[in-house]
């Protein structure tokens, strides 16, 4: 399973948590780095680069591949049609 990167809104703590992509976690108890006490403040979720190009491939959306840069081809009849992705790349790849 992927490692996410958390940063708690009240302590400003980073914390790596593990689970299934389709989740989201919203509080995990950890220790202020300040004062030493026990937090269990909301957290926010770090959108890590590297984490979403290790899942690429497997249940990465469509919406998150646009959004990091990438080109989608849909295979057709004669190639490959572009779905989305940046103007520099071409709209038609023909088979070979
Ligand atoms: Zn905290």
Redesign the pocket.
Known sequence: MPAYDYR?Q??G?ELELVHRMSETVTTSA?T?PLSGLA?E?PLERLIASVGLAKSVGSSVSDGQLQRAGFTKYVRGAKGYEKAFGPDRTPNFVQRE
């Open positions: 708690c009240t302590c703590q950890h202020d937090c403040g």
